[in-house]
T-cell receptor, first 113, second 115 residues
Framework: AQSVTQPDIHITVSEGASLELRCNYS??????LFWYVQSPGQGLQLLLK??????LVQGIKGFEAEFKRSQSSFNLRKPSVHWSDAAEYFC???????????FGTGTRLKVLA | EAQVTQNPRYLITVTGKKLTVTCSQN?????MSWYRQDPGLGLRQIYY???????DKGDVPEGYKVSRKEKRNFPLILESPSPNQTSLYFC??????????????FGPGTRLTVT
């Protein structure tokens, strides 16, 4: 069965520090991968997506993610975190055969001033 | 403005009293979906719809119904709500390309409390 694992429930970083949020997936075919961000009390906003091609994808707000097929991973990175990045981040897999989406359990990011 | 709207945003109800949460999108998207979000569990898909009159179960469909009579609307129906359906609900929509799957656009959420 398809699944998405985000092993870090909470992450705390200082403002200006680099960030990496981990995402591992289990899916037999080529995955369609997404990262979404949810600010407090808000809906989800797409940060970036990977469908095919270049395995390093750029997103909004200075985020990037790298698809590594051999590791079944799609980790999200940002070189310098801003206080406004404090939010919850969700990794998701889209399954083209069934058109279902599977989300990870989320990583809550706290940014220290 | 392209958007997904949900109503109501907040709802407190009692066990067994039927309710409907509406969802509407103005982007002419074929695909629509409902999720519930619970602490520690992330988002779980309840139902989705590929187009008008086409719906399918997600991972947690028990206790919910949906209908897709118009392309823009996808209401979620709880015919006999129970306290374990207390949750934050999101509606989302997406285009459906010839193959593959695209990103979803999410509504603002509906916080439902069943007492």
């Amino acid at each position: 069965a398809q699944s998405v694992t985000q092993p870090d429930i909470h992450i705390t970083v200082s403002e200006g520090a680099s960030l990496e949020l981990r995402c591992n997936y289990s899916y037999g075919a080529t995955p369609y991968l997404f990262w979404y961000v949810q600010s407090p009390g808000q809906g989800l906003q797409l940060l970036l997506k990977y469908f095919s091609g270049d395995t390093l994808v750029q997103g909004i707000k200075g985020f990037e993610a790298e698809f590594k097929r051999s590791q079944s991973s799609f980790n999200l990175r940002k070189p310098s975190v801003h206080w406004s990045d404090a939010a919850e981040y969700f990794c998701a897999v889209g399954t083209s055969g069934t058109y279902k989406y599977i989300f990870g359990t989320g990583t809550r990011l706290k940014v220290l001033a | 403005e392209a958007q997904v709207t949900q109503n109501p945003r907040y709802l407190i109800t009692v066990t067994g009293k039927k309710l409907t949460v509406t969802c509407s999108q103005n982007m002419n998207h074929e695909y629509m979906s409902w999720y519930r979000q619970d602490p520690g569990l992330g988002l779980r898909q309840i139902y989705y719809s590929m187009n008008v009159e086409v719906t399918d179960k997600g991972d947690v469909p028990e206790g919910y119904k949906v209908s897709r009579k118009e392309k823009r609307n996808f209401p979620l129906i709880l015919e006999s709500p129970s306290p374990n359906q207390t949750s934050l609900y999101f509606c989302a929509s997406s285009i459906v390309p010839g193959s593959g799957i695209y990103e979803q656009y999410f509504g603002p959420g509906t916080r439902l409390t069943v007492t």
